[in-house]
């Protein structure tokens, strides 16, 4: 499994990468049997948003290091370095720009994006 994420370099650029989601066998849920689990990771706060068509030609950087889960809608994020990449239901992004340029996100369409925001405890 793996998740996109949004990161800044050394001179506050934005790049897109894929990054692999580890995962092991666990006694996650007995009596059924071990399935593949990552590690459990601090969460903060979490907020569900909608953007409207048409959202968002500026730039900004995330408040804080957090996992967008897109429920709805479809999106187009694009980096300080040019690359974009679309995102639809059931895509993750990891946010990890914080004090940077930051990313555009656009919302493509007529339907509006639904978002759950968690955010990842330092």
Not at 33 to 39: E, L, M, T
Not at 54 to 70: E, F, I, K, N, S
């Amino acid at each position: 499994m793996q998740i996109t994420e949004i990161y800044a370099d050394e001179v506050s650029e934005t790049h897109l990468r894929n990054v692999p989601v580890n995962l092991a066998a666990r006694d996650f849920a007995p009596p059924s049997a071990p399935i593949g689990a990552s590690p459990e990771t601090p969460m903060t706060t979490g907020v569900f948003l909608e953007l409207p068509p048409g959202w968002d030609p500026q730039y900004h950087a995330t408040p804080r290091r957090q996992l967008v889960v897109l429920l709805q809608g479809h999106l187009k994020i694009t980096t300080t370095d040019g690359t974009s990449a679309d995102f639809r239901r059931g895509d993750v992004l990891l946010l990890n720009d914080k004090d940077s340029k930051g990313h555009r996100s656009l919302v493509q369409g007529q339907e509006a994006v639904g978002l759950l925001l968690v955010g990842i405890a330092d």
